[in-house]
């Protein structure tokens, strides 16, 4: 087995949550099979989000993320993924497509700041049917989530149900990436370039869908070395984000990860493709240490705090100057 471990949620339930807390303790990352979700709806996003990216230039800017708004088109060179951490890199050799939401914004909440993970999501007038594709995936990888973590509450020696009213009005987004052929990017690749610089998903947990390309997703150790992780068929990189590390009071860890760009002896087309669907809490949930994550005698590593908050805090660090 590599690095990162595989779990088949086809198992004994125990067993499956078992599987990943050990996963979540070691690595951070875990990949799923047996997931069940539905072929059709997998492969028409898929086919969707390689529409987008072959639009003209002109029908893609015509959708780009305004200012203060989170979803549209990231151009080429629009983010510094490693800025969260406070790395001054080049700008990522990606570009973007995400959207949100497909819900208002629930009465009630109070908070202002919370109208950006609600702001619009914008369409390509070219594909007319691209909303609706999204919306099926949109809904099917929340369902998947929401099993995921029912699993992973066991796991925590929590009830099945525990995270239940905290993602009942999740804040989740999908994210689809393209990583252009290296050798069709104007200029030289600059010295510490990456496809997407190393850096921590900032939201409970990610479930990611990769091709096989080269100039793929790596994963980084406790010893600090870093690790491929394969593409496997079928199936979704799972790992756990900054606030699900916080709220397991760093009993699960938030791993350092990273696109690389494709060897010098890369033969071919070596662009690349995947998709991601970034889980958020309710913008209003208190992230705050688990019950069963705390020793006798132990004090929380982290002071309570919202998700929304944690949330625009990661983010906002990620663009360049220019930018929101």
Known sequence: MGFVPVVDLTGDDDAVARAI?????EVGFFQIVGHGLDPAVEAAVWDAAGAFFELPPADRLAVAIPDGDAYGYGPFLAER???SLGDDTP?????TFSVGPFTAMPAGLDDPAAAFVYSPNRWPAALPGM??????????MADLVERVMSLMAVGLGLPPDHFDRFIDRHTSAIRALHYPDIRTVDGAVEAGQLRAGAHSDYGTLTLLRQDDAPGGLQVRDVAGR????????????VNVGDALERWTNDRWRSTLHRVVVPHDDATGDTSR???????????????????????????????PITAGRHLMEKFLSTQPPSST
């Open 21 to 25: 807390d050990a996963a979540c303790r």
């Open 81 to 83: 993924l490693a800025a």
């Open 91 to 95: 700008p990522d050799l990606k570009e």
């Open 131 to 140: 909303a609706v594709t999204f919306e099926a995936y949109y809904r099917s």
């Open 226 to 237: 870093w690790h491929d992780v394969p593409a496997i068929d079928g199936a979704y990189v």
């Open 273 to 303: 493709r995947s998709m991601a669907f970034f889980h958020n809490a309710n913008w209003d949930a208190t992230i705050e240490c688990l019950p069963t994550c705390l020793a006798a005698g132990e004090t929380p590593r982290h002071e």
